[in-house]
């Protein structure tokens, strides 16, 4: 009997030994708080794969760029020192320049045209540019549509951007438009953009309201305009020789948690929306809300020409005119 029980104690040992080592961690990455729409991005996508794979993979996530800047993590996933990110498009178009093309400003209406763009044909057939320079894109995912905000005056209209110091992403398509309205860029990674605000190096910045909300930016930024200026989608990315030494179903698992990942964060980006104009006030931002839109498009008038030939302006319109 003894002899028995100790067969079976070493059996259910040797046993979890095995489901142990056949567990494989991943890790993946964003650059901003866990409670914010990339984190809920990441923390629905992490849980998904360890039940669409019965724990045999099991996703490790990264938050507040403990990892590097989101430059520095997407040039890790291509390298294959790590297996997934969860990006804004920010850094993206310095690896895949095909993708400049979305960060094009007021290039989509609202945020259900950008959605449907990026689950459509188009979106798609972005993602498929992605696999040549060593990634998987899994799925487009949302940053929102991003907003002003400084510490010097109210921005009612284009004229009032002329002369600030404005932090802006790493990105070539943001950084000629902004210079169109007369703003001086300072692109730098987000992880600095915090105390670059508060010691004054810049004076504004221009995110999403899930952004500005979960970085606290009402802490050192006095004026939030809503120009709502550029749509910002986020990707998931995972290395691609990992993704290949996947079998079939576990492709697919991959596939589907970015899928999950991505309602979970596109709703948050709902929520936020729709909270975030009271909260930031309650915080003691001052919000102008009621600009003139029409302004800041004719305003970029010569740089959206320089756009059309970068482009082609069929493809421009392709996207402008999507139903």
């Not at 000629?176 to 992880?191: D, S």
């Amino acid at each position: 009997m003894k002899l028995s029980k100790l067969f079976l104690s070493l059996a259910l040992a040797a046993g979890l030994v095995a489901s142990a080592a056949a567990q494989t961690k991943m890790k993946i990455s964003i650059s901003t708080a866990q409670n914010s729409h990339q984190g809920v991005a990441i923390d629905v996508f992490a849980k998904e794969i360890e039940k669409r794979t019965a724990g045999r993979y099991k996703i490790e996530t990264f938050y507040n760029a403990s990892l590097g800047s989101e430059r520095e993590s997407i040039e890790s996933v291509q390298l294959g020192t790590q297996e997934l990110t969860f990006s804004s498009t920010g850094p993206v178009p310095n690896f895949v320049p095909d993708a400049k093309i979305l960060d094009i400003p007021f290039l989509f209406r609202d945020k259900a045209h950008a959605r449907a763009v990026l689950d459509g044909p188009i979106g798609q057939e972005m993602l498929g540019k992605f696999d040549s320079k060593g990634f998987k894109a899994l799925s487009w995912a949302e940053n929102g549509f991003r907003h002003m905000t400084n510490s010097k005056r109210a921005v009612n209209s284009p004229d009032d951007l002329k002369g600030l110091k404005m932090r802006t992403m790493e990105n070539p398509v943001h950084v000629a438009a902004y210079k169109g309205f007369g703003i001086v860029t300072t692109p730098m990674a987000f992880a600095e953009v915090f105390t670059a605000l508060q010691q004054g190096t810049v004076d504004g910045q221009e995110n999403p309201l899930s952004v500005i909300m979960s970085a606290k930016f009402d802490q050192v930024q006095k004026h939030l305009s809503l120009t709502g200026h550029v749509y910002s989608p986020c990707i998931f990315l995972m290395n691609k020789a990992s993704f290949d030494k996947l079998s079939a179903a576990d492709k697919q698992a991959f596939l589907d948690a970015a899928k999950e990942g991505t309602k979970a964060n596109r709703a948050r980006v709902d929520t936020d929306d729709a909270s975030g104009v009271a909260d930031l006030r309650a915080k003691g931002m001052s919000v102008v809300d009621n600009l003139d839109k029409a302004k800041f498009v004719s305003a970029l008038g010569p740089v959206n020409a320089e756009f059309e030939k970068q482009f082609g302006k069929a493809n421009i319109d392709k996207i402008r005119n999507f139903k």
